[in-house]
């Protein structure tokens, strides 16, 4: 079965005929057949559709029957399209279930930035924070205990629709956040793209991990672990050290510098992981950018796990606790895509 899941709201408004006329949306930018690099950003906004109040904003690319939106009343983002010539639909939707359509002629004339390597047949599920099937645990990797929950936030967000993980940390524990969002088995590249946000401070928590795992077409799981690991200020990917029956699971230190106390605060940080492997788990880590910054990995390690999975790919983001004591933390994430090819 395919698992691949959409925003429900989205998904129900694609039977809707659009309205194209009486929307109060104003698009900042694009303009109207402007040449732009992928990904451009979409800046809209909208006060009524057919003279009533807004619930929710979205888009879609040409004839795409894949439509990603918000309950919010704008949109200021990144959007991904592919070269050439595209139509990019900006919806609105009123509190009647009406769609109002505006349409965007423009030209992609290249790729800019991390996502050049991403080619123009690559697929890509967005918007992955807003799924319904994220759960919690406490890692059980780490030691003593950690607690989570999750809501969704308009504010601060960049799409509208962020997601907030406020966590509990006891002795140095770490809480596990997941989801599945794909069933392919078959693609072996992968690019994660996602923004964060550290709420006031990382005084409670040390790592920030970002997670991508795939049952291949053997049947096993490979794991494409990485965090950014502030105890010793490095980057650090994941290795089974062992055999997918008897794994030896373990972190191994990269030379990239990365430490989440040196992020900002209350601001949005721009996390993007490019990852691959062959079809018996090794694992390449390529390269990884922060805030538009490359550092270059170019490590390959054997990441294959027996674990007895079905078809699945899961995205794991885990936030560990800093102190022998009781710390806090709250995390956003926001506009979380991942591309496969």
């Not at 057919?50 to 939106?69: D, I, M």
């Not at 983002?77 to 990019?88: F, K």
């Not at 650090?236 to 990269?254: E, K, Q």
Request: aromatic share 12%.
């Amino acid at each position: 079965m395919n698992q691949i899941r959409y925003a429900a709201y989205a998904v129900s408004m694609l039977a809707i005929v659009a309205v194209p006329a009486l929307a109060q949306t104003t698009v900042t930018s694009p303009e109207n057949g402007e040449q732009v690099t992928s990904p451009f950003t979409l800046d809209m906004s909208a006060s009524t559709c057919a003279g009533l109040p807004v619930s929710a904003v979205g888009y879609s690319l040409n004839n795409s029957t894949e439509t990603s939106s918000w309950n919010a009343q704008y949109i200021d983002g990144p959007v991904t399209a592919p070269m050439g010539s595209n139509t990019l639909h900006v919806k609105v939707w009123n509190d009647q279930g009406g769609i109002c359509d505006t349409d965007i002629s423009i030209d992609v004339t290249g790729s800019s930035g991390a996502t050049a390597v991403i080619p123009s047949d690559a697929v890509s599920v967005s918007a992955i924070q807003t799924l319904g099937d994220w759960t919690a645990i406490h890692d059980g990797g780490t030691p003593g205990s950690s607690s989570g929950t999750m809501s969704m936030s308009s504010s601060p967000s960049m799409s509208g629709a962020a997601r907030l993980y406020a966590n509990q940390f006891n002795d140095f524990g770490g809480e596990r956040y997941s989801a599945q969002f794909d069933d392919n088995t078959t693609s072996e590249n992968f690019f994660y793209d996602g923004w964060v946000y550290i709420s006031n401070n990382a005084n409670g928590f040390s790592n920030l991990e970002f997670d991508l795992d795939q049952t291949m077409a053997n049947g096993e799981t490979v794991i494409m672990g990485f965090q950014c690991d502030s105890w010793i200020d490095r980057w650090d990917y994941a290795v089974n050290g062992g055999s997918p029956t008897s794994p030896n699971d373990t972190w191994l230190h990269s030379y990239s510098p990365c430490d989440i106390h040196s992020w900002g605060a209350n601001q949005w940080h721009h996390v993007q992981i490019y990852f691959s492997h062959d079809d018996n788990g090794w694992v390449t880590y390529h390269s990884v950018w922060l805030d538009g910054v490359e550092q270059d990995l170019n490590f390959t390690v054997f990441s294959g796990y027996d674990l007895g999975w079905g078809p699945a790919i899961v995205t794991n983001f885990q936030i560990d606790g800093d102190s022998s004591g009781t710390t806090w933390g709250n995390v956003y994430l926001d506009e979380l895509t991942v591309y496969r090819w």
